[in-house]
């Protein structure tokens, strides 16, 4: 079918209706899937106001698409369509007696306007331009021939005084049906009080009377009692909630317990048969409290339910955000680490001062040769740990050089107007190093 407004069509429940009156539409929300009743008018109305109660499923929004004028009532994911004769006709009448007594009506109740929801029965489509005149007479007569068609009309609704208003017929529905209890065996029938006769035949005498007579009991007598008042539904609720008290039922007033009641006395019955009290489980949807959807920046949808609301989610940093850092702050470290090792292993190691103040390593240098030209001394190379510097002269010969640490030196020799050498020197060493020059 044609999508009218945001909505799709699935199937027409109108039935034999007339042509130019309202048309009922089961449809789907295009945007959010949520399943809707749908009622094309034959005009523009306006939303009605009708009362709350929940036996009732008021209309949510209207709109018109080109020349289709529409009302839109928001159903439940698991409302269907009523089935059971006796549920329907409790909540038809409860939403029937709502409008009533509220001074409204409905027009228009058929098996299309009739949904089940948790356990109960609720009646949509009030407050809408249906045609013809309406009046309660007509709301409770079409709903006993949408009953007809669901299966069949209860009992108790089948004969119908005149007069009667959704209420009285919702009290007659709910009312219990008389209890009597079954005679004994060898008892007379049992007998309504106000049936029986003024004045009862005698028992038969004594000679009369088989020769083992077998005694009987006396007759019970079952008084009727008016069905009282109906419970409304929040009552009903309250009477549920209420535990029963457990014990044994109490005697009649008149009667001992345990006593038995003298022959030719009628026992009395209990003035009032206890009804079973029913509660009747809530919904999970208030009608009149729609369930919105939205969607998060993520592209998720995200339901939100009256009272339910939860804040946005907060926005989540990606995945790989955390392995990044981690990786950067290692490679962070390793440089650290290496720059700190680099800089370590190029740094000279000094010679302490207490070295170069105790007497480690002296040794004695002397020249051959030409006599009274000073030769000046300066490390080529040296154990590890020493700095060596070309340029500096660490002695003179002939004389006594101080080496730092104990060890094999190099030592550059340089005298003016002769050609420099290198000499070897193990110190510390006893020997004295001779420095020939020569022309």
């Known amino acids: 079918m044609k999508p009218i407004g945001p909505y799709v069509a699935a199937r027409d429940l109108t039935g034999d209706r007339p042509a130019g009156t309202v048309r009922t539409l089961r449809a789907t929300d295009r945007l959010t899937g949520i399943p809707v009743l749908l009622h ?20 949510s929004e209207g709109g018109i698409d080109g020349d289709t004028a529409y009302v839109v ?8 369509p009523a089935s059971d004769p006796l549920l329907t006709a409790r909540g038809g009448l409860a939403g029937l007696a709502a409008l009533h007594e509220a001074g409204l009506t409905h027009g228009g109740v058929d098996a299309a306007q ?14 809408l331009p249906w045609g013809g005149e309406a009046t309660p007479a007509r709301d409770l007569r079409d709903l006993l021939r949408a009953l007809d068609t669901l299966g069949g009309v209860p009992p108790a609704l089948r004969e119908l005084p005149g007069g009667a208003t959704a209420r ?28 029986r006769p003024e004045k009862e035949e005698p028992p038969p005498s004594p000679a009369a009377a088989p020769a083992s007579p077998v005694p009987a009991p006396p007759p019970l ?10 419970p409304r539904a929040s009552e009903s609720e309250d009477a549920a909630s209420v535990p029963a008290e457990e014990g044994p039922p109490s005697a009649p007033a008149g009667v001992e317990p345990g006593g038995d009641a003298s022959p030719g006395e009628a026992a009395p019955v209990p003035s009032a048969v206890p009804r079973p009290v029913t509660g009747r489980v809530p919904a999970r949807r208030v009608a009149d409290q729609p369930v919105r959807i939205t969607w998060d920046a993520d592209g998720t949808r995200r339901v ?8 946005p989610a907060r926005p989540r940093s990606p995945g790989w955000l955390l392995p990044v850092l981690a990786l950067l702050l290692l490679l962070l470290l390793i440089g650290a680490w290496w720059a700190w090792r680099s800089a370590a292993a190029s740094a000279p190691v000094p010679v302490p001062a207490a070295t170069t103040t105790q007497p480690c390593c002296d040794v004695r240098f002397t ?10 001394l300066s490390l080529v190379s040296a154990p590890s740990g020493v700095k060596v510097n070309p340029d500096q002269e660490v002695g003179r010969a002939p004389g006594v050089v101080r080496l730092p640490r104990p060890g094999t030196y190099t030592l550059r020799v340089a005298a003016e107007g002769y050609t420099p050498g290198t000499v070897t020197v193990k110190a510390p060493s006893a020997v004295p190093v001779q420095i020939a020059l020569t022309p």
Do not use: F, N, Y
């Open 367 to 376: 020249v051959r040769g030409v006599q009274g030209v000073p030769v000046r």
């Open 168 to 195: 009285d017929l919702l009290a007659r529905l709910d009312a219990p049906a008389p209890v009597r209890e079954a005679p004994r065996r060898g008892a007379p029938p049992i007998v309504p009080a106000q049936e």
């Open 40 to 59: 094309v008018l034959p005009h523009a109305v306006p939303l009605p106001d009708l009362p709350a109660d929940p036996a009732l499923l008021p209309s």
């Open 73 to 80: 009532t928001e159903l439940p994911p698991h409302a269907l």
């Open 221 to 230: 007598e079952v008084t009727a009692v008016p069905p009282g008042p109906v």
């Open 304 to 311: 939100i339910k009256p009272g339910r609301e939860t804040p």
């Open 114 to 127: 009739l949904w089940s929801v948790d356990g109960r029965v609720a009646l949509a489509g009030a407050g």
